[in-house]
């Protein structure tokens, strides 16, 4: 069905508390990507994911980690949220250098 | 410093009207583009992607790439109402060593009005 599905939608966490962002897709792509926006800074790379246990730094990777242990399935952690850690969080995959497909995102907002 | 830069930051044109992005790379490493588009709520989705020098034409949709100067454009004919979104370029590098990291730039955010 070539989807991205991304949970949750939208999360409020306190300051210093962990979060899981969740990732999947139906493509059996084997590369994988986590982009954070901010208004006037566009997408911005975490890290991506080649396949299981094959992951390598963004641009901005300072403050999260991923897992991968599954091709279809990729998560985003924050172990200890901070403030400036608020943003809309993008998963998204490809085959190869092709086209990325995105999820719907999910909101985060840490207090 | 942003390695793919965006012009204009925003945009209106009426509806029936041109649209035109504008995009400029600073590194030569870059050599495949893409245009995307995201409409407000949702993720962005893939417009077209450019890697040869010249026009491309998808519909209403041009994309134009000069390599030499890292220039790429997208131009938007007879615009309608549902094109009113956030448009973003991005770039991918040319060696398959340097990794699949697509950059992309601020985007434009672009108004058609009814």
């Known amino acids: 069905d070539m989807k991205v599905t991304q949970m949750p939608r939208y999360l409020i966490k306190r300051m210093g508390e962990n979060v899981l962002l969740e990732c999947g897709q139906d493509?059996?792509?084997?590369?994988m990507y986590w982009y954070r926006q901010d208004p006037g800074l566009g997408l911005q790379l975490i890290y991506i994911?080649?396949?299981?246990?094959?992951?390598s730094e963004g641009d901005i990777p300072k403050g999260y980690r991923v897992s991968r242990k599954k091709r279809e399935h990729f998560s985003l952690i924050l172990d200890s949220a901070k403030t400036n850690q608020t943003s809309v969080y993008f998963c998204a995959s490809s085959s190869g250098q092709n086209t990325l497909y995105f999820g719907a995102g999910t909101r985060l907002s840490v207090l | 410093q942003q390695k793919v830069q965006q012009s204009p930051e925003s945009l209106s044109v009426p509806e029936g009207g041109m649209a035109s992005f504008n995009c400029t790379s600073s590194?030569?490493?870059?050599?495949y583009f893409w245009w995307y588009r995201q409409h407000s709520g949702e993720g962005p989705k893939a417009l077209m992607s450019i890697f040869s020098d010249g026009d491309k034409k998808e519909g209403r949709f041009t994309a134009h790439l000069n390599k030499a100067s890292l220039h790429v454009s997208l131009h938007i004919r007879d615009s309608q109402p549902s094109d009113s979104a956030l448009y973003f370029c991005a770039a991918r590098v040319l060696s398959r060593n340097m990794g699949y990291k697509l950059t992309f730039g601020t985007g434009t955010s672009l108004l058609v009005d009814p």
């Open positions: 493509m059996s792509h084997e590369t």
């Open positions: 994911s080649y396949d299981v246990d094959s992951n």
């Open positions: 590194d030569r490493n870059f050599q």
